[in-house]
């Protein structure tokens, strides 16, 4: 099977909800779908979002003629492609680890804040208890008295 690749569905937010977008690659782009955003926080809408919009690409391409299947990606990507391959929520089945998996993805990778055992902090398995600011040399606490 060849794998040229014709586009993206990207999910852009705005003001009052996330849109889905079909983007080609010659850089055009054509609205899919919206969800408001309190829904989008819901991780079952959220997921039948991105079906959603994906089957809209795959109805489109193949109204227009087009033979296209769709390329799943693993969920566990490998260690050259993503340094964060070994962290345990690609396995994990909390709800949180949906959110956590999505961040691991994004180009906003390199970001994330890990915890000293190499967690990311929004991993269900780390609890945070306390933030701590600086200043004029001495650490205070977040927490105001």
Same mark, same amino acid.
Request: hydrophobic share 40%; charged share 20%; proline share 6%.
């Given at each position: 099977?060849?794998?040229?690749?014709?586009?993206?569905?990207?999910?852009?937010?705005?003001?009052?909800?996330?849109?889905?977008?079909?983007?080609?690659?010659?850089?055009?782009?054509?609205?899919?779908? &919206?969800?408001?955003?309190?829904?989008?926080? #819901?991780?079952? @809408?959220?997921? *039948?979002?991105?079906?959603? +919009?994906? !089957?809209?690409?795959? &109805?489109?391409?193949?109204?227009?003629?087009? #033979?296209?299947? @769709?390329?799943? *990606?693993?969920?566990?990507? +490998?260690? !050259?492609?993503?340094?964060?391959?070994?962290?345990?929520?690609?396995?994990?089945?909390?709800?949180?680890?949906?959110?956590?998996?999505?961040?691991?993805?994004?180009?906003?990778?390199?970001?994330?804040?890990?915890?000293?055992?190499?967690?990311?902090?929004?991993?269900?398995?780390?609890?945070?208890?306390?933030?701590?600011?600086?200043?004029?040399?001495?650490?205070?606490?977040?927490?105001?008295?």
């Amino acid at each position: 099977m060849s794998e040229n690749k014709i586009g993206d569905v990207v999910v852009l937010k705005s003001e009052t909800q996330q849109q889905a977008f079909y983007q080609l690659a010659d850089g055009t782009s054509v609205f899919l779908c &919206a969800l408001a955003l309190d829904d989008y926080e #819901n991780y079952l @809408l959220r997921e *039948r979002f991105f079906e959603l +919009a994906t !089957e809209i690409v795959l &109805a489109r391409i193949r109204a227009s003629g087009g #033979n296209v299947a @769709l390329a799943q *990606r693993d969920t566990v990507p +490998a260690p !050259e492609t993503n340094p964060h391959a070994g962290v345990p929520c690609w396995l994990c089945t909390s709800p949180t680890s949906a959110d956590v998996r999505a961040q691991l993805r994004s180009s906003a990778a390199a970001d994330i804040h890990l915890s000293p055992s190499g967690l990311p902090m929004t991993c269900c398995r780390v609890t945070a208890v306390g933030a701590f600011v600086g200043g004029s040399g001495t650490p205070r606490s977040a927490v105001r008295r």
